[in-house]
């Protein structure tokens, strides 16, 4: 069965990075979707980056030109290097496999990142 699986989650200050890591696995990786998600306390989940299997990109408004997705598709691995984190990024973030935008895909179980002001 599909089974993702983050690290790389902590405690932070402002300014401070983290670099989250998602290992695939039970899928064929290459061609799936790989996004970030998160989710803070009363809010709803939102997508936070997506790299596409043919390599095209997209981020949140929020964390442009601070977050950077990336995909090792010969470790089966997506990553999103986080810098200059602020506060408004404290939240759990999952890891999410689509084989096709717009269906609900696969999800890893969470990891926790919180950012201290």
């Known amino acids: 069965q599909v089974q993702l699986v983050e690290s790389g989650g902590g405690l932070v200050q402002a300014g401070g990075s983290l670099r989250l890591s998602c290992a695939a696995s039970g899928i064929i990786f290459s061609i799936h979707h790989m996004g970030w998600y998160r989710q803070a306390p009363g809010k709803q989940r939102e997508l936070v980056a997506r790299i596409r299997s043919g390599g095209t990109i997209n981020y949140a408004d929020s964390v442009k030109g601070r977050f950077t997705i990336s995909r090792d598709n010969a470790k089966n691995t997506v990553y999103l290097q986080m810098n200059s984190l602020e506060p408004e990024d404290t939240a759990v973030y999952y890891c999410?496999?689509?084989?096709?935008?717009?269906?609900?895909?696969?999800w890893g179980q969470g990891t926790q990142v919180t950012v201290s002001s």
């Open positions: 999410n496999a689509q084989r096709f935008i717009g269906t609900t895909g696969s």
